[in-house]
Every structure is written in structure tokens, then in C-alpha cells.
């Protein structure tokens, strides 16, 4: 039997099939998201048939539901081959610190993805002197949707500053449209901040928020609840019962002007509502924000003592190759992380985001994992209901500040 | 002596099971809630955290740190909660069972039909209730029925409060009811003739009333007012809740009223009670024991509500938070075991607040038969 096997292996020539066993794949890409996931699962096993490959998914927005159980499963000693995580501090401040990922240094001067990744995004995945997740893909988080034909009705362009925005809105409050701004549930309203604040800040600044020297109780920093809490005004009163969609939703319908939103929502109009980018929709970068790219990244990790290591290691290698970055992420709706991706195989958003990654100065985001550990995000939600609550920017800060100093934020 | 034997072996296994996975895991839990786990991002997750103790560190910051506002809001929430939900359930399960009681045509299509709710798990209920309660849609439309304007009211996302206080009167309105209670306690020890009874119950009652209003207010919580109250946007929930439990309190009381001797009935009758009367003297007090059981069955879902809310608000949105959703948050998305665990043990002893007394006079009645 065994002769056999080694026989095939001997006539296909494959190296590869050599590699046997089996590979868990943890991830939170359910639904939508699920085919793009199935075409790298299906790359993998026509380059390693011998593998049995687990698709380990917990459906739920975000890993909201898979944290949770990855949690268990790490504490209990059962980690999965790799696994699914938003790159940078989410999984630093989380996983790394506490000892529990292995180093892919190597890996990445291996496959030569020092230079196929931008600098801006490795020193994003690096803490220590080390570099702790292969990123898959690119969302943009700083984008402002509308519909240009609506606005041309309206008789306004596409605002460039949140002054200009603060203006516009006045404008269309006059013309009748009760909240220009479309916004919905809880954390796309953390999501509208970290727009307000990266333009109120400058990248300088808020990469400084991030690294601790500058405290969310500095004037600058408190000034950005102050435009946060304008921007509000203009937006919807009952938020909290819409998802990001219909927010989106509420713009394609002509009930509001702008959405900001992640670049997935360029996916949920094109594909879902069937419109076209560029002339049904079209975006700009969040206003003060142009010339940056507020990024975020879906990547895989290796856990120590993962059971199959060699499985996992190829895994890796093809989630950061060329090919495998542009299997995934058309179909994902994102743009690839390397800087060398064909950019015929992405619609007219996707092309025009590629541009940007590779020019922009790029940042991460505070929503999606990209610049705060896990303790800080989860209770940032706290900071943003103070503010709700109570419409105070300084109290807001103080909070901000407190959880900064309690989790130890940049150290 | 061997029955003995025998009935103890049997019994062993599940013994050993009950000690270490429920008692056992209560002690590790309150240990947990006296450390420092989670703090330190680097050893929350660790192979082998460390943990130190910090004594009753989490409880003090979960009632008075600055950041966790949303504890005490998510407390406040679960105690208005409880108390509509309650009396909503209890109020409306006894109204239907007095209507049914009457034996109207029907009635056990009805009597189905009351029930059928609670056949549904809360995370339906709340789906379907969330459906309904959607700003634009559902109950809001329903005035157009009859031509009028449809609602606008925004059900589940309201930011409005009612019976707003300041977070730092805590202790002045615990000790008020506490003290009035104690009050309560001993005057209706005098009725019974109990004079130690009296004596101390009259003397701690008074002593913290004394306290309320002399120094009460004197000892902040918190260096500012925060302002808390009953959240608008549980109102929706409230009903989903009721809408789920009446039909239970409703069999309860159902059954409650035909097992009234008719003998009673009658008698009142033949003593000249009105309608009213005969409720109010003899029916309802005949009740009582019902409506307690009914009312632990109701608090402890009451005080663990958890699935209901996740259905309909989602874990985020802060006015319909509850413990046992800040619990899952701090926990298993804030790394913040400890804290977690705290709130974990003060959940535990709501509901033993509530469970105890029940156990405790169910057992000696036992032992009196």
C-alpha cells in the first residue's frame, strides 16, 4: 500500500504530495466572504492534495463570535493550525505578548515579502523585532460613499474638510434631508470617529495617539470629540437599530447624502445592489484625509504548538503570495496587500484603491484591530457612550486616557 | 445498612460531580474575581498566567472606577428590568387566567394559544420582536390601520431615560429601603408580640435611616454626577419578555383558580361578598403561594436575561445592557477575566437573594411532613 502511494507520488513528480496530514484553518468568513475563503482552500489542495484541510468557521460581523471561541480553544490548549486575525495590535497586544505566536521573520525574508508588502504595513505587523501575521488583504476604513447624480441634484460637491462637510450639511438641512449623514449601529459610529480623528490629528498625530505620546487628554486630542459631536448633528437619530448596510442603504436611496464606511461597502454596492463604481456610486477619501490610507488587514498567524506546523508554514506561503492574494481578494471585495498584484482582475473601485495604497501614507485603523490591542478597543465602546451620553468631549478624553493608562497603550 | 451503602455509592458519582464542576468552579470563579487577571494584556492570555491578588479591587472599580460606567448603567437596567417585566408578566398571566377561569367559549383554544410563547427559545422571541419594533415598520404602522399617522417612536434605540438619578445616592436610597424594610420588619414584630425581634429590628432600621439623612450624601461614589435611570429602549424588550412569560404565569394562576374549593366560593357568596370582595378576601390570598413560586421562576430569568437582548439590541448598544452581556464583553472580548468573574459572583448572589429564602422555606416544610 505504502509502495503504491510512493509509486503516484514518484510519477507525479510532485514534491508536495509528500506533505500529508492535516490543516485547520480558523476563520470568521462566513456568507459572503465564504467563497473567496473556498477558492484559497481549493488553491491550496490542488498544491498539497495529500492534505486534508479543515475549515474551521464561526460565523459572525467581525470574529464577534470567533474570538470568543478562539479564546477558549487557545486557553484550553487546542489552538488551530493558523488562524484568522486583524493584523497588527489586535493580535500583538493580544496573542503576541503573551507569548503564544510564533516569529515569521523568517518566513517573510524567505518569500521575499519585505519588499512585496509596503513599509508603512510591515512596521504595522511588527512589534519587538519581530513580524506576527501574513496579511491577506487590504480595506480601506477612511471612505466617503455618495451618489453622484443625488448631489448633482442637490446642487453640492463631495466635501473636502469636515469644515466643508459641517457647511454642506447645513445646506442640505435647508434643502429638506433631515440627516445628511447616514450612520448606523454601534461600531460604525467608532468608525465615523476614527475618520474625524485622523483628519483632526494628521497621520502624524494619530500614529502619536497610538504610540503614547500624544494623550487622549492633549487639547488636539479633545478637540476631535468636539467635531465629532458637529458631525453627529448631522446624522440620523435612530443609529443604533441600523447595520452598516443599511446605512448604506439610506444613500443609494436618496434619504442622505454620505455614508463613511469601509471600502467592503464598494463590494455591497456593486455586488449586492448591482451598481455600477464610478458612475452609480463613487467615493472620495474621508474629508482631511486624502493622501492617507486608514488601513486595515485580515491575516493568518501561526499559534505555537500548532499541531500540523509544516501544513500551516505552506499555508502561509500562499496566502502571501501573488497568486494567492489575487485568488482571494477579488472575490473578497478588497484589494491584495503586495504592491506587485494585477490590477485588471479588480473593478473600478478596487483599481483606484490600489493606486492610493501604493502612493498614500498609510495608517491603521482603531476599528478593525489595526493600531489598538483587544483590551482597549472593547472598552473604547464605553468611551464613546460617556460621550453619547453626556456630549462632554473632556469626559470622554479622561475615559479614553484612563483605559490608555490601564492597558498600558504603547508600551 | 446495606441499602445504605448501596443508596450512597449510587449516589457518589453524581455527589463528586456536583462538588467539583458546580462548587468547585464557583470557588475557582471567586478566587479568579480576586485577582488581577486581565490587566496586564500579557498575561491575560498566557500559557501559564500569573495571577496576584488584589482582594476586592474589581468590585470597588465595577461601582466606582471611572470607566465602567457601563456596569452600573447595565445594574440599574437589570433592576427596572426585573421589576416590569414581573409585574408586566404577573399582571397580565393573572388577567388572562381570571378571563379564562370564566370558561368562555374556546377556552382551551385560547388556553393554547396564551402558551404558545414560551414553546419559543428567547433568541425567536426576540427576532420576531425585533421585527415588529423596527422604527418604520411593524408597531409603529399600526395606527394606519385605523387612518391615523403611524408612531414614530424609535423602540429599540431611544437614548431617552425616565426616573433619572445621580449614581451617587446609591448608598442614601439603598439605606432608605433597607431601612424602611427594617422598620416594616419591626412593627410587624410587635403585632406578633416578638420583642427581641422589635427591639433590633427597630434599632438598625433606625440607625440607618438616621445615617441616610445626615450623612448620606455626604459620601460621593464618584468625583461627578452620573446621571442613571430607566432606559426607554428597554420598554421594547419589556414586552418581547411578557409577551414570552405571561402565557406560564397565566397556566399557574389558571390552575391556582380551579383548584379553589367551590365550597369557599359559595360560602362568600352566601355571606353577601360582591364580586370584588370575593377576590380581593379570598381568592387572591389563596394565590399568594403561586404568585411566590411564580415570582422566583420569573426573577432568576429576570436577573440571567441575556439571549433575549442579544436577539433584539445586539451586545454593543449600551441602554439595553445588562449585566450578563457587560459580563460577556469584558470577559471574552476585553480579556478582562477578573472583572468578569466579579460580575459573575455578584450575579450569582442576585439570584441566591432571590433563590435562598424559596429553597429554604420549601425545605422546612418538608421537614415538617
Given at each position: 500500500m505504502r509502495k503504491w502511494l510512493l509509486a503516484i507520488g514518484v510519477a507525479l513528480g510532485l514534491?508536495?504530495?509528500?506533505q500529508t496530514g492535516k490543516l485547520e484553518i480558523f476563520s470568521w468568513?462566513?456568507?459572503?466572504?465564504g467563497p473567496a475563503l473556498e477558492a484559497l482552500i481549493r488553491l491550496y489542495k490542488q498544491k498539497y492534495p495529500g492534505v486534508e484541510v479543515i475549515n474551521a468557521t464561526v460565523t459572525g460581523g467581525a470574529g464577534v463570535n470567533a474570538k470568543a471561541v478562539l479564546k477558549t480553544r487557545m486557553l484550553g490548549g487546542d489552538p488551530p493550525d493558523t488562524f484568522q486575525v486583524h493584523a497588527g495590535q489586535e493580535l500583538i497586544g493580544t496573542w503576541v505578548v503573551a507569548d503564544r505566536m510564533e516569529d515569521l521573520t523568517g518566513l517573510f525574508r524567505q518569500e521575499g515579502w519585505l519588499q512585496a508588502f509596503p513599509k508603512g504595513l510591515i512596521d504595522l505587523l511588527s512589534y519587538k523585532g519581530g513580524i506576527w501575521s501574513v496579511p491577506v488583504n487590504i480595506h480601506r476604513s477612511n471612505v466617503m460613499w455618495y451618489i453622484p447624480a443625488k448631489l448633482r441634484e442637490w446642487g453640492v460637491t463631495p466635501p473636502r474638510t469636515w469644515a466643508e462637510f459641517l457647511a454642506t450639511c447645513q445646506t442640505l438641512k435647508r434643502k429638506?434631508?433631515?440627516?445628511p449623514l447616514a450612520l448606523g449601529e454601534n461600531w460604525t459610529q467608532q468608525h465615523l470617529w476614527e475618520s474625524v480623528a485622523l483628519a483632526t490629528l494628521g497621520a502624524e498625530g494619530w500614529a502619536n495617539l497610538w504610540s503614547g505620546?500624544?494623550?487622549?487628554?492633549?487639547p488636539k486630542a479633545v478637540a476631535v470629540w468636539e467635531t465629532f459631536g458637529k458631525v453627529l448633528d448631522?446624522?440620523?437619530?435612530?443609529?443604533?437599530?441600523?447595520?452598516w448596510q443599511q446605512a448604506v442603504d439610506r444613500v443609494v436611496q436618496g434619504k442622505a447624502a454620505f455614508n463613511i464606511m469601509g471600502d467592503w461597502a464598494a463590494g455591497y454596492m456593486s455586488t449586492t445592489l448591482k451598481l455600477k463604481p464610478g458612475t452609480d456610486f463613487a467615493w472620495a477619501p474621508?474629508?482631511?484625509?486624502?493622501?492617507i490610507f486608514m488601513m486595515l488587514s485580515d491575516s493568518f498567524g501561526l499559534p505555537k504548538r500548532a499541531k500540523n506546523r509544516q501544513n500551516a508554514l505552506n499555508w502561509l506561503k500562499l496566502v502571501g503570495s501573488k497568486e494567492g492574494q489575487d485568488t482571494f481578494n477579488p472575490l473578497k471585495g478588497s484589494i491584495a496587500?503586495?504592491?506587485?498584484?494585477?490590477?485588471?482582475?479588480?473593478?473600478a473601485y478596487g483599481q483606484s484603491a490600489m493606486k492610493d495604497w501604493k502612493t498614500n501614507r498609510i495608517v491603521g485603523s482603531l476599528v478593525h484591530g489595526a493600531v489598538a490591542p483587544e483590551s482597549f478597543m472593547s472598552q473604547f465602546g464605553t468611551v464613546m457612550e460617556i460621550f453619547l451620553q453626556t456630549k462632554n468631549p473632556q469626559a470622554a478624553a479622561n475615559a479614553a486616557q484612563a483605559i490608555a493608562n490601564q492597558v498600558g497603550l504603547g508600551r | 445498612m446495606r441499602d445504605r451503602i448501596t443508596a450512597f455509592l449510587v449516589l457518589l458519582p453524581s455527589l463528586v460531580a456536583v462538588g467539583i464542576f458546580v462548587y468547585g468552579f464557583i470557588g475557582q470563579n471567586l478566587w479568579v474575581s480576586l485577582?488581577?487577571?486581565?490587566?496586564?494584556p500579557a498575561q491575560a492570555?498566557?500559557?501559564?498566567p500569573e495571577l496576584r491578588f488584589v482582594g476586592l479591587e474589581n468590585y470597588r472599580e465595577l461601582f466606582?472606577?471611572?470607566?465602567?460606567v457601563r456596569f452600573r448603567q447595565s445594574a440599574v437596567n437589570l433592576i427596572f428590568f426585573t421589576l416590569f417585566f414581573m409585574a408586566g408578566s404577573l399582571g397580565l398571566g393573572l388577567l388572562l387566567a381570571m378571563a379564562l377561569d370564566r370558561g368562555p367559549k374556546g377556552e382551551s383554544f385560547f388556553r393554547t394559544v396564551f402558551l404558545?410563547?414560551?414553546?419559543?427559545?428567547f433568541v425567536v422571541t426576540g427576532t420576531i420582536w425585533r421585527w415588529l419594533l423596527q422604527p418604520q415598520g411593524g408597531v409603529n404602522v399600526l395606527p394606519t390601520l385605523l387612518g391615523l399617522p403611524p408612531l414614530s417612536f424609535p423602540w429599540l434605540t431611544t437614548r431617552e431615560k425616565a426616573f433619572v438619578f445621580d449614581w451617587n445616592d446609591l448608598p442614601f436610597f439603598t439605606a432608605i429601603v433597607v431601612g424602611l424594610i427594617l422598620l416594616y420588619l419591626g412593627w410587624q414584630a410587635h403585632r406578633e408580640g416578638e420583642k427581641r425581634r422589635r427591639l433590633w429590628s427597630l434599632l438598625s432600621g433606625g440607625v440607618l435611616l438616621l445615617w441616610a439623612f445626615t450623612?448620606?450624601?455626604?459620601?460621593?461614589?464618584?468625583?461627578y454626577p452620573e446621571p442613571h435611570g430607566?432606559?426607554?429602549?428597554?420598554v421594547g424588550v419589556i414586552l418581547a419578555a411578557v409577551w414570552q412569560m405571561s402565557g406560564y404565569t397565566m397556566a399557574l394562576y389558571l390552575a391556582g383558580l380551579r383548584g379553589i374549593p367551590v365550597e369557599v366560593l359559595e360560602a362568600a357568596k352566601v355571606d353577601g361578598a360582591s364580586e370584588w370582595q370575593t377576590y380581593r378576601h379570598v381568592i387572591f390570598p389563596l394565590l399568594a403561594p403561586i404568585t411566590l413560586s411564580a415570582m422566583i421562576v420569573l426573577g432568576h430569568i429576570a436577573l440571567k436575561i441575556f439571549d433575549l437582548i442579544f436577539a433584539m439590541?445586539?451586545?454593543?448598544?449600551?441602554?439595553?445592557?445588562v449585566p450578563a452581556i457587560y459580563m460577556y464583553l469584558l470577559a471574552f472580548?476585553?480579556?478582562q477575566f477578573a472583572k468578569g468573574a466579579a460580575i459573575g459572583i455578584l450575579l450569582l448572589l442576585l439570584v441566591a437573594v432571590v433563590v435562598i429564602p424559596y429553597l429554604a422555606s420549601q425545605l422546612r416544610k418538608e421537614v415538617r411532613r
Amino acid at each position: 500500500m505504502r509502495k503504491w502511494l510512493l509509486a503516484i507520488g514518484v510519477a507525479l513528480g510532485l514534491s508536495a504530495l509528500a506533505q500529508t496530514g492535516k490543516l485547520e484553518i480558523f476563520s470568521w468568513w462566513a456568507g459572503d466572504e465564504g467563497p473567496a475563503l473556498e477558492a484559497l482552500i481549493r488553491l491550496y489542495k490542488q498544491k498539497y492534495p495529500g492534505v486534508e484541510v479543515i475549515n474551521a468557521t464561526v460565523t459572525g460581523g467581525a470574529g464577534v463570535n470567533a474570538k470568543a471561541v478562539l479564546k477558549t480553544r487557545m486557553l484550553g490548549g487546542d489552538p488551530p493550525d493558523t488562524f484568522q486575525v486583524h493584523a497588527g495590535q489586535e493580535l500583538i497586544g493580544t496573542w503576541v505578548v503573551a507569548d503564544r505566536m510564533e516569529d515569521l521573520t523568517g518566513l517573510f525574508r524567505q518569500e521575499g515579502w519585505l519588499q512585496a508588502f509596503p513599509k508603512g504595513l510591515i512596521d504595522l505587523l511588527s512589534y519587538k523585532g519581530g513580524i506576527w501575521s501574513v496579511p491577506v488583504n487590504i480595506h480601506r476604513s477612511n471612505v466617503m460613499w455618495y451618489i453622484p447624480a443625488k448631489l448633482r441634484e442637490w446642487g453640492v460637491t463631495p466635501p473636502r474638510t469636515w469644515a466643508e462637510f459641517l457647511a454642506t450639511c447645513q445646506t442640505l438641512k435647508r434643502k429638506g434631508l433631515e440627516a445628511p449623514l447616514a450612520l448606523g449601529e454601534n461600531w460604525t459610529q467608532q468608525h465615523l470617529w476614527e475618520s474625524v480623528a485622523l483628519a483632526t490629528l494628521g497621520a502624524e498625530g494619530w500614529a502619536n495617539l497610538w504610540s503614547g505620546k500624544l494623550k487622549f487628554t492633549d487639547p488636539k486630542a479633545v478637540a476631535v470629540w468636539e467635531t465629532f459631536g458637529k458631525v453627529l448633528d448631522c446624522a440620523n437619530k435612530d443609529a443604533a437599530g441600523l447595520s452598516w448596510q443599511q446605512a448604506v442603504d439610506r444613500v443609494v436611496q436618496g434619504k442622505a447624502a454620505f455614508n463613511i464606511m469601509g471600502d467592503w461597502a464598494a463590494g455591497y454596492m456593486s455586488t449586492t445592489l448591482k451598481l455600477k463604481p464610478g458612475t452609480d456610486f463613487a467615493w472620495a477619501p474621508s474629508p482631511g484625509t486624502s493622501g492617507i490610507f486608514m488601513m486595515l488587514s485580515d491575516s493568518f498567524g501561526l499559534p505555537k504548538r500548532a499541531k500540523n506546523r509544516q501544513n500551516a508554514l505552506n499555508w502561509l506561503k500562499l496566502v502571501g503570495s501573488k497568486e494567492g492574494q489575487d485568488t482571494f481578494n477579488p472575490l473578497k471585495g478588497s484589494i491584495a496587500a503586495r504592491l506587485d498584484s494585477d490590477p485588471a482582475k479588480y473593478n473600478a473601485y478596487g483599481q483606484s484603491a490600489m493606486k492610493d495604497w501604493k502612493t498614500n501614507r498609510i495608517v491603521g485603523s482603531l476599528v478593525h484591530g489595526a493600531v489598538a490591542p483587544e483590551s482597549f478597543m472593547s472598552q473604547f465602546g464605553t468611551v464613546m457612550e460617556i460621550f453619547l451620553q453626556t456630549k462632554n468631549p473632556q469626559a470622554a478624553a479622561n475615559a479614553a486616557q484612563a483605559i490608555a493608562n490601564q492597558v498600558g497603550l504603547g508600551r | 445498612m446495606r441499602d445504605r451503602i448501596t443508596a450512597f455509592l449510587v449516589l457518589l458519582p453524581s455527589l463528586v460531580a456536583v462538588g467539583i464542576f458546580v462548587y468547585g468552579f464557583i470557588g475557582q470563579n471567586l478566587w479568579v474575581s480576586l485577582t488581577d487577571w486581565g490587566k496586564n494584556p500579557a498575561q491575560a492570555l498566557a500559557l501559564r498566567p500569573e495571577l496576584r491578588f488584589v482582594g476586592l479591587e474589581n468590585y470597588r472599580e465595577l461601582f466606582s472606577g471611572l470607566v465602567d460606567v457601563r456596569f452600573r448603567q447595565s445594574a440599574v437596567n437589570l433592576i427596572f428590568f426585573t421589576l416590569f417585566f414581573m409585574a408586566g408578566s404577573l399582571g397580565l398571566g393573572l388577567l388572562l387566567a381570571m378571563a379564562l377561569d370564566r370558561g368562555p367559549k374556546g377556552e382551551s383554544f385560547f388556553r393554547t394559544v396564551f402558551l404558545f410563547p414560551m414553546a419559543l427559545s428567547f433568541v425567536v422571541t426576540g427576532t420576531i420582536w425585533r421585527w415588529l419594533l423596527q422604527p418604520q415598520g411593524g408597531v409603529n404602522v399600526l395606527p394606519t390601520l385605523l387612518g391615523l399617522p403611524p408612531l414614530s417612536f424609535p423602540w429599540l434605540t431611544t437614548r431617552e431615560k425616565a426616573f433619572v438619578f445621580d449614581w451617587n445616592d446609591l448608598p442614601f436610597f439603598t439605606a432608605i429601603v433597607v431601612g424602611l424594610i427594617l422598620l416594616y420588619l419591626g412593627w410587624q414584630a410587635h403585632r406578633e408580640g416578638e420583642k427581641r425581634r422589635r427591639l433590633w429590628s427597630l434599632l438598625s432600621g433606625g440607625v440607618l435611616l438616621l445615617w441616610a439623612f445626615t450623612l448620606g450624601r455626604n459620601t460621593p461614589l464618584l468625583p461627578y454626577p452620573e446621571p442613571h435611570g430607566f432606559s426607554l429602549a428597554l420598554v421594547g424588550v419589556i414586552l418581547a419578555a411578557v409577551w414570552q412569560m405571561s402565557g406560564y404565569t397565566m397556566a399557574l394562576y389558571l390552575a391556582g383558580l380551579r383548584g379553589i374549593p367551590v365550597e369557599v366560593l359559595e360560602a362568600a357568596k352566601v355571606d353577601g361578598a360582591s364580586e370584588w370582595q370575593t377576590y380581593r378576601h379570598v381568592i387572591f390570598p389563596l394565590l399568594a403561594p403561586i404568585t411566590l413560586s411564580a415570582m422566583i421562576v420569573l426573577g432568576h430569568i429576570a436577573l440571567k436575561i441575556f439571549d433575549l437582548i442579544f436577539a433584539m439590541a445586539g451586545l454593543d448598544y449600551a441602554p439595553t445592557d445588562v449585566p450578563a452581556i457587560y459580563m460577556y464583553l469584558l470577559a471574552f472580548r476585553g480579556n478582562q477575566f477578573a472583572k468578569g468573574a466579579a460580575i459573575g459572583i455578584l450575579l450569582l448572589l442576585l439570584v441566591a437573594v432571590v433563590v435562598i429564602p424559596y429553597l429554604a422555606s420549601q425545605l422546612r416544610k418538608e421537614v415538617r411532613r
